[in-house]
């Protein structure tokens, strides 16, 4: 019988943690076994070849800055040794999943929630949930980046003014509702972007979305198929469009540059000020029970000026 290791699922480590409730954890780097690391080497060498075609530059530069090692699962405290003299980001090992205001509340920390699991070497393609894989060297060599990482501070900023704005609602029915709906829009701009979101350079439309940036068939897809509809970015179509995780995606969105994504956060919270999020059209994603108390509870446990 095989070593269990960490792959995604099958995990004992992970199920143990998960049962105690701890979200933040080590990497227990001992329990990677072989086939681990053989699907790490096998991702690593599939995708290497598109990320020079169609990955954004910085995001190349990303790679090489954190000496990202084709031949081993990284280790997260080698990785941060690298990047946080760049953007003073880290990446922080998870159990799993970590409630919707947590994850941003990270952000505006400078630390990026990161899964240590991998996924099972016979699925390679596609996995719903995220892994190392994903999270490693598909967000990571972007927060070497100083703007975009200051993007995603920006973004946990604005969740820290959604959970204020939303508390101060008396009603509440009418503040789960409104809620409910500025998640839904936070979490599209999020997959628009950060996800699955395409940017104009001078050798033409690159990828900056880690959804895209970790899958060795939708990277390319993406960017050579007929199929695939490429817009402008525009705040008030991505806030109201729904998505679907389980298929490559239809529809995605470009962006000019860093600053211009950092202006369309900026611009997303004054719309969020403005109330312009509390009525968004219906549909996916849905927002769990437990992402909406962890922005209601956000501010109990971490009074202001505390
Ligand atoms: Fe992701």
């Known amino acids: 019988m095989t070593a269990p290791g960490l792959t995604t699922k099958q995990a004992p480590f992970i199920e ?33 070849p598109r990320w020079e075609k169609y990955a954004h530059p910085k995001f190349m530069e990303g790679v090489r800055n954190l000496a990202l090692d084709p031949h081993a699962v990284p280790r997260l405290e080698n990785i941060n040794q690298f990047l946080q003299p760049l953007s003073n980001f880290r990446a922080k090992a998870v159990s799993g999943y970590v409630p919707a205001y947590v994850f941003f509340e990270c952000l505006k920390n400078r630390e990026f929630p990161t899964t240590i699991t991998i996924r099972d070497g016979k699925t390679l393609d596609y996995l719903p949930e995220p892994d190392i894989f ?21 973004f946990g900023q604005v969740a820290e003014c959604v959970a204020e704005m939303v508390q101060g609602i008396p009603d509440e029915h009418e503040r789960m509702r409104r809620l409910d709906s500025i998640i839904k829009g936070m979490a599209r701009f999020f997959w628009f972007t950060v996800e699955f979101g395409l940017m104009r350079t001078n050798e033409g439309l690159k990828v900056y979305g880690s959804g895209l940036l970790s899958s060795y068939g939708e990277i390319e897809h993406v960017l050579e198929s007929p199929e695939v509809q490429r817009y402008p970015f525009q705040l008030e179509w991505v806030v109201n469009q729904y998505f679907e995780i389980h298929h490559y995606q239809p529809l995605v969105y470009i962006v000019e540059g860093f600053d211009h994504l950092y202006e369309e956060v900026a611009r997303l919270e004054a719309w969020i000020k403005d109330g312009k999020l509390d009525n968004l059209s219906p549909g996916e994603p849905n927002v769990s029970e437990e992402d909406l108390r962890s922005f209601l509870e956000a501010k109990k446990e971490h009074p202001v000026g505390a």
């Open 134 to 154: 994903h999270d490693v060297a598909g967000h990571v060599p972007m927060h070497t980046d100083r703007t975009f990482a200051d993007v995603l501070v920006r």
């Open 16 to 48: 143990e943690v998960q049962s105690r409730g701890e979200i933040y954890i080590r990497q227990p780097y001992e329990l990677y076994s072989e086939e681990n690391q053989e699907t790490w080497r096998q991702l690593y060498k599939r995708i290497r």
